[in-house]
């Protein structure tokens, strides 16, 4: 069973600028980065448990071909969201908190 999930309305928005800015890029390549970090947070979700540990009780799974990361952490039955560019620093999101 997947978790329910939810993005941080700041996450969200930063995630929406970047898929944006994908869909800017070429053709296509939006659509290409959604898919991909939807299929990382499938993963996250079916299996939280499987993604290292980076900071307190927040996890990452990495993107394959797009320099993005998800941060999330376990709540409940909720998986609990942010999408950054991979050089960000996970703290970011724990201080918007």
Not at 15 to 24: M, R
Not at 67 to 95: C, M, N
């Amino acid at each position: 069973m997947s978790l329910r999930v939810v993005f941080r309305l700041a996450a969200q928005r930063e995630f929406e600028k970047a898929v944006s800015w994908y869909y800017d890029q070429r053709e296509g390549l939006g659509a290409e980065f959604l898919q991909e970090i939807e299929d990382v947070v499938a993963g996250a979700a079916a299996h939280p448990e499987r993604y290292p540990i980076v900071t307190g009780d927040v996890r990452r799974a990495v993107a394959r071909r797009f320099p993005y990361s998800v941060f999330f952490r376990t709540r409940a039955d909720t998986l609990v969201l942010a999408v950054f560019l991979g050089r960000r620093d996970p703290e970011v999101w724990r201080r918007r908190e």
